[in-house]
Structure formats: structure tokens, C-alpha cells
């Protein structure tokens, strides 16, 4: 059975730093892209970033490109989300998701989830 | 950026009606669109993908169909464990986008 458990989610001040985690398990986690995607309070979904299976590709939206890192360490099974340079509009419940391919192609879609993490950004 | 436009945003209906959710792409997006249903304090969880193809474990009454712009969700029978917000969002280019979501609701 696939699980993806995210922790690292706080309060933090604007401008502050933390590191989101998301441990792996149940599949071969090096074949997969991963994938974050955050929901802010009251709002639908949004894509962050994507690395690929091998580590080598990674992918931002526009808004956190600079300030947000995706990393993975295949040899733990572990997605990580380094975020830098906190904003109040940062604020969101953040998951992880395991990609049905391991590059960033057309195809891919997120076929497992974990159950979040909620950063909060304020003062 | 592909934007992607939900209709309705909410919708109430009873259980055993049969639902209808559209997506509409800003551009073409060939098959390369995913649908998720996602309940409050629960992981999203994805239940077509390619537009038509429906991801394992998922009920048969959920059918996904369109291509280029405009796509459609359908539950055939609305069963109580069916109400949630469903979102679409293709995959054919980054950065990958969601609709707004539509809210399914108990009427």
C-alpha cells in the first residue's frame, strides 16, 4: 500500500524559513516524480513543484521559483520542500503526491496523496 | 499559462441523481486532463485521468469524456459518499492548473 506522510508544517513569521518532508512508502519511490501541491484556506487546489524520479528535473510555479526548493533522497524515500523567504499568501495546507510517471510529461497524473501539512505564515 | 474553468462552481442533488461537472480548457489540451475528488480534511484523491480512463478502485458510476477544450465528469448515481469538490487540471503543460473546483452538495 502506497503512504505519504508529510510533516514540517508550523506557524513562522513573514520572511521566515521551513522544511516540509514527506516520507514514502510501498512503492519504488526513485520511478516516480513527486509532486507538492498546496490549498490556502477556503481556495481550491495548486501546483508547487515537481522533481523527477531521479532528482535531476525540478519544477516551480512561477509564485515560489527562487524562494522554494524541491529536493528528494531516493536512498530514505523522502520528498522535501525547503521554503524561503515566507509569504502571508504562503499560508495553505500542503500535500505530496506520487506522479504515475517519473518525468514531467503529459501523462502525468497524482495517484496517491498524503493527508497535508498546514503552513501558516503571520505575525 | 492553460486556465482552467469549472462549471457550477456548486451544485446540490439528492442521492441517485445523476451529476454533471464541465471543465473548460483556455487552449487545447488534447486528453491530458485529470479529475480529483477531494473532501474536506481528507488527501484529494484521483478518479479519471487522460480525460476518460478511470483510475483503480474508483466506481464505475464516474465517467470522464472531452477532449481539447472541454471536458465533463459524470456520476451516473450519486451515492452519499460522492459529496465532495471535484477539480479538474491538465497535465498537458506546466505549470500544471486546476479549475476552481465544483462543490457537490446534499440537497
Known amino acids: 500500500e502506497v503512504q505519504l506522510v508529510e510533516s514540517g508544517g508550523a506557524l513562522v513569521q513573514p520572511g521566515g524559513s521551513l522544511r516540509l518532508s514527506c516520507a514514502a512508502s510501498g512503492f519504488t519511490f526513485s520511478n516516480s516524480a513527486m509532486i507538492w501541491v498546496r490549498q490556502a484556506p477556503g481556495k481550491g487546489l495548486e501546483w508547487v513543484s515537481t522533481?523527477?524520479?531521479?532528482?535531476?528535473?525540478?519544477y516551480y510555479t512561477d509564485s515560489v521559483r527562487g524562494r522554494f526548493t524541491i529536493s528528494r533522497d531516493n536512498s530514505k524515500s523522502t520528498l522535501y520542500l525547503q521554503m524561503n523567504s515566507l509569504r502571508a499568501e504562503d499560508t495553505a495546507d500542503y500535500y505530496c503526491?506520487?506522479?504515475?510517471?517519473?518525468?514531467?510529461?503529459?501523462?502525468?497524473?497524482?495517484?496517491?496523496w498524503g493527508q497535508g501539512t498546514l503552513v501558516t505564515v503571520a505575525s | 499559462d492553460i486556465q482552467m474553468t469549472q462549471s457550477p462552481s456548486s451544485l446540490s442533488a439528492s442521492v441517485g441523481d445523476r451529476v454533471t461537472i464541465n471543465c473548460r480548457a483556455s487552449?487545447?489540451?488534447?486528453?491530458?486532463l485529470n479529475w480529483y475528488q477531494k473532501k474536506p480534511g481528507k488527501a484529494p484523491n484521483l478518479v479519471i485521468y487522460?480525460?476518460?480512463s478511470l483510475q483503480s478502485g474508483v466506481p464505475s458510476r464516474f465517467r470522464g469524456s472531452g477532449s481539447g477544450t472541454d471536458f465533463t465528469l459524470t456520476i451516473s448515481s450519486l451515492q452519499p459518499e460522492d459529496f465532495a469538490t471535484y477539480y479538474c487540471?491538465?497535465?498537458?503543460?506546466?505549470?500544471?492548473?486546476f479549475g476552481q473546483g465544483t462543490k457537490v452538495e446534499i440537497k
Open positions: 487522460a480525460a476518460s
Open positions: 503526491a506520487k506522479g504515475t510517471t517519473d518525468l514531467v510529461i503529459a501523462t502525468t497524473a497524482f495517484d496517491n
Open positions: 487552449q487545447t489540451i488534447d486528453s491530458y
Open positions: 522533481i523527477i524520479g531521479s532528482g535531476v528535473g525540478t
Open positions: 487540471q491538465q497535465s498537458y503543460s506546466l505549470p500544471w492548473t
